[in-house]
Every structure is written in structure tokens, then in C-alpha cells.
């Protein structure tokens, strides 16, 4: 009783934020158009107050969502509706993660865009840092960008910081929801470490703010200034975040938290340090105060940062569907090694960009991003094998690998066979040869977390008898 009450003042509170929003919302546009029509004074300060509280409101919103979520997790608990609740949710975050991380990256490879292609030569009025001419969607854009800031800041100013706030929100639910709900599974691997799990999700979630707190630091070295070296030094220690990752965590988490601790100093500079210097300069343009260069150069400097983290984050985003990436002897490795050459790519692109064009930087990264496939494939001359029986094989897909994979499950955490896959018949294995192989001697990422202890021996018995056609007779 007292559970469906909290229940329903959660949703209460839900609908009443939704409610406020939509009421503040309609008094700006009113005071909007009092404005226009000059029938009311400049009114600055209170709309400002109020788009602060809009803001509130949005996260209030989104904090009010995640509450009611976990409330329900909490209450189907051990019921058949769990797992169809966890499907769900891992189908609405992961599509609210991919469309707000769309508007971010897209907003700042547009802007980064922006910036290298300005025209700054032709044509280009005093105050003006440069212009650009673009034809998209049926239309032509004009686009100015001022030294400093006009002369009087416009009403209608729009921000991008939603994007990377939602992103960053929807992107640790999304791992709540994949990895720390189901942390014996997903986010352990006992032949990695035997760790209980809320220690591990605390070291996730505080390595979080450790990698933020180190990089931070070194923004604040004169380091920062000098290209080349932050970016090695940077590269050392993100290197040092791989290795640590995968001495804790199974090899797919530890690919996640990589992209999520990137994916978390880009939204932290957002925070505390690009909208802030934003705001500060709107702020002293309007005061009519001379500007600080340091503040815009800061947060210009912090925001090409993040141009360079977004293609090894979107890598880490999709390594996890491809276990030949993680499911590697030395999977940090090869997390390194494409990071390094997906960030020489996007080094390229700026480049181009502004107009340089160098020769060395993209045939580099590719050669770099070639070795990785080159180090994730498998043997070209495995050992040569003798004659291997099914009558050979199928007990050890019985022993390894039915406690998951079968229509009914007697593994711990698996109630439903995952991703629907089961070894019940002597055809549910044939029909499944290539993917065996793929995770079973390829990479070697099943059984999960070697949970049933197969060993190389079994595994080389599997291989032998795909090798020679899977036949059943
Ligand atoms: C502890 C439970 C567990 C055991 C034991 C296990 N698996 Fe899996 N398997 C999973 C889970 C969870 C997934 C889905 C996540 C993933 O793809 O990593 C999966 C996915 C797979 C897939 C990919 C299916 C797809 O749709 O891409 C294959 C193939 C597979 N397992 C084969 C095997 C084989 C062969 C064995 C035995 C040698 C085995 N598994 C043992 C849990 C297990």
C-alpha cells in the first residue's frame, strides 16, 4: 500500500513538473510578445530568471523519470517482469543516449566546422572574426562570427549545453541499465578479478571523477599550451585508464567505462567550464565590461578537446556489439590503438578543414587503425587437427554451454537463454557454426566470462569439428 502510494506521488510530482514547464513556458512567450510590441519595458532580468527555472524544471524532469524507474525496478524485483522491464528500459535509454549524443556531437563537429572554415579574409567587417556562406536543406545560411561580442547582446541567444548534459545522464543509466544492474553478469569477470559488486560499480563511478579531476589538472599545467605533449601525456594516462579497466572489470565493461570516463571529461567541460565562460561573457557584454580573452580562449581550447575524444567514444559505443574488439588477449590494447588512430582521423579532418592539407596524418592513423585488425586476427595456421565427432563435441556444448543457452536456463542470472540463443538439438549448433567459432576460438568471449570453465583443449575440439564441415553424422 505504502509502495503504490510513493508510486503515485512520483507520478504526481512527474505530471506537475511537465505542468510547470509548460506554464513558464507560455509566460515567456507572453512576456516575449509584450516586448515586441514595446508595450512593456525591457524586461532582461526576469526572463533570465525564468529560463534558469526552465532549466531546473528540465532536470527536475529527468531526475523524476529516473526515480519512478528505479522505484519500478524495485518493485518487480525477482518477477517475470524484470527482465521484460530491463529490455525496455535498455530500448528507451539507449535510444534517448544515441539521439541527445547525436545533437551534441553533431553541434560540436558543426562547430568545429564552423571555426576552421570561417572565411577571415574576404570581405570581412572590423568586428567580425569571419563569415561563411552554406546551402543546406533547400536554403542559404549566412553566418557571421564576431572578435569578441556584438555591441548589444541579442535576446534570442541559443545555448548548446542540453545536448551534452542528457547525453552524459542517459549515457550512466544506460550503463546502470546494461552493466551495474546486473553486475555479477556483465560487469565481473571472476577470471579477471573476483570483486564483489558495489565495489566495483563504486570504482566505475568514482574512476569517473578521478579521470576528471586528472585532466582537469593538467589543463591547468602550462602544459596545456603545448600541443604535442599534453596531447602524449594525455594519451599516457588515458593508456593507464585502459590497463586499469581491464585488470578490474570483463573486458566488454572495461571497454564501456573507457568511453564512459571520455565521454565524462567532455561533458564535464561542457559544465564547469565551456557554458560558464559563456556565461561569463554574456554577462560582461552586457555590463559593457571588457572581456577576459582567457575565458573564451579556455573554453575553445577545452571544446577542441572534446572534438578529439568523440570518435574513440563513438568507437567504444559500438566495440561492444563486435566482440573480435574486446575479446583480444590484450583487449586495452586495441581500445589504445584504435583511440589513438580514430583521434589522428578526426586530427585530419580539422586540419582540412582549415585548409591544411597534410600528407602524413591520414595515411598514419589508417596504417594505425590496420593494425588492429592485423592484431585481432586469428591464427592463419592453427594446429593441425585430427578427426573430431560430433559424439565428441556435443557434451561439451552440453556442459559448457546449455546452462545459458538452452530454451530452459539453469545458470544463476539467465532465466531466458540470451539473445535467444539455444543448443538444444543437434541443429540449434550447426545453424550457429560461424558464431561459435567467432566467440568460442576467435575471441574467445564465450562462455561468458568463462563462467562453465571450458578449457583450450575443448575449445580446439570445437574448432577442429567446425573446420571440418560441423557435421552432425
Ligand atoms: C553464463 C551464461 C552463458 C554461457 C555459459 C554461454 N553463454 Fe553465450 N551468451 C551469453 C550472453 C549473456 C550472450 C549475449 C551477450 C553477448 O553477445 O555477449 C551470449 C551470446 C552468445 C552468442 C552470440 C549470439 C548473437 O546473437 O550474436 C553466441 C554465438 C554464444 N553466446 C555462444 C555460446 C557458446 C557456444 C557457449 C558455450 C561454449 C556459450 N555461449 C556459453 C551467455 C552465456
Known amino acids: 500500500m505504502l509502495y503504490t ?15 510547470t514547464t509548460y506554464s513558464v513556458a507560455v509566460a515567456m512567450r507572453k512576456e516575449k510578445d509584450l516586448e515586441d510590441q514595446a508595450a512593456k519595458p525591457d524586461n532582461t532580468f526576469w526572463m533570465e530568471k525564468m529560463g534558469e527555472s526552465q532549466g531546473i524544471l528540465y532536470f527536475g524532469i529527468v531526475l523524476t523519470i529516473v526515480a519512478l524507474l528505479g522505484y519500478t525496478y524495485f518493485l518487480v ?7 521484460h522491464l530491463m529490455e525496455w528500459l535498455n530500448i528507451v535509454v539507449r535510444l534517448m543516449h544515441i539521439t541527445f549524443g547525436i545533437a551534441w556531437i ?35 545560411y549566412y553566418l557571421e562570427k564576431y572578435k569578441i561580442a556584438p555591441k548589444e547582446i541579442p535576446r534570442d541567444l541559443h545555448w548548446f549545453k542540453y545536448e551534452a548534459y542528457f547525453t552524459w545522464i542517459s549515457g550512466v543509466a544506460l550503463l546502470f541499465v546494461v552493466y551495474y544492474f546486473n553486475a555479477s553478469a556483465f560487469l ?14 563504486a570504482l566505475g563511478m568514482g574512476s569517473f571523477a578521478v579521470a576528471w ?25 588515458a593508456a ?35 557554458i560558464p565562460a559563456q556565461k561569463a561573457m554574456v554577462r560582461a557584454a552586457k555590463e559593457g565590461k571588457p572581456l577576459d580573452p582567457s575565458l573564451g580562449k579556455n573554453a575553445g581550447l577545452r571544446s577542441l578537446h572534446n572534438n578529439y575524444f568523440t570518435l574513440p567514444v563513438l568507437f567504444v559505443m559500438v566495440s561492444n556489439h563486435f566482440p573480435s574488439t574486446f ?109 561459435i567459432m567467432e566467440r568460442v576460438v576467435t575471441t574467445m568471449t564465450m562462455p561468458q566470462n568463462n563462467k562453465t570453465g571450458m578449457t583450450p583443449e575443448e575449445r580446439n575440439l570445437v574448432r577442429c569439428w567446425i573446420e571440418q564441415g560441423a557435421r552432425v553424422k
Open 213 to 237: 579531476l586528472l585532466y582537469d589538472a593538467l589543463c591547468k599545467t602550462k602544459l596545456v599550451g603545448k600541443g604535442i605533449w599534453f596531447a602524449l601525456l594525455g594519451f599516457l594516462i
Open 327 to 435: 575479446g583480444n588477449a590484450r583487449p586495452w590494447l586495441v581500445l589504445l590503438i584504435i583511440s589513438l588512430g580514430t583521434a589522428g582521423i578526426k586530427h585530419y579532418l580539422n586540419l582540412r578543414e582549415k585548409g591544411e592539407l597534410s600528407v602524413w596524418v591520414a595515411p598514419v592513423s589508417v596504417l594505425i587503425l590496420l593494425s588492429a585488425v592485423m592484431i585481432t586476427a586469428p591464427a592463419l595456421n592453427p594446429d593441425a587437427c585430427e578427426e573430431v565427432s560430433f559424439a565428441q563435441v556435443q557434451p561439451i556444448i552440453a556442459q559448457r554451454c546449455t546452462s545459458c543457452h538452452s530454451s530452459k536456463p539453469t545458470d544463476d542470472t539467465w532465466t531466458a537463454p540470451p539473445n535467444g540463443v539455444v543448443y538444444d538439438t543437434p541443429e540449434d549448433i550447426v545453424k550457429m557454426k560461424d558464431k
Open 188 to 201: 565481473i569477470d571472476k577470471n579477471v578479478l573476483d570483486i564483489a559488486p558495489a565495489w566495483a560499480i
Open 106 to 140: 553533431g553541434a560540436s563537429f558543426y562547430f568545429v566546422f564552423l571555426e576552421n572554415a570561417l572565411n577571415r579574409t574576404k570581405n570581412v567587417r572590423d568586428e567580425l572574426a569571419g563569415n561563411l556562406w552554406a546551402v543546406h536543406g533547400g536554403g542559404f
Open 240 to 274: 593507464g585508464f585502459a590497463y586499469g579497466y581491464t585488470q578490474v572489470f570483463s573486458a566488454r565493461a572495461a571497454y564501456m567505462h573507457f568511453g564512459g570516463m571520455l565521454g565524462t571529461i567532455m561533458a564535464a567541460n561542457v559544465f564547469f567550464n565551456i
Open 77 to 83: 524485483l525477482g518477477t517475470p517482469w524484470e527482465r
Open 5 to 19: 502510494l510513493a508510486y503515485i506521488a512520483l507520478l504526481l510530482i512527474l505530471v506537475l513538473l511537465i505542468r
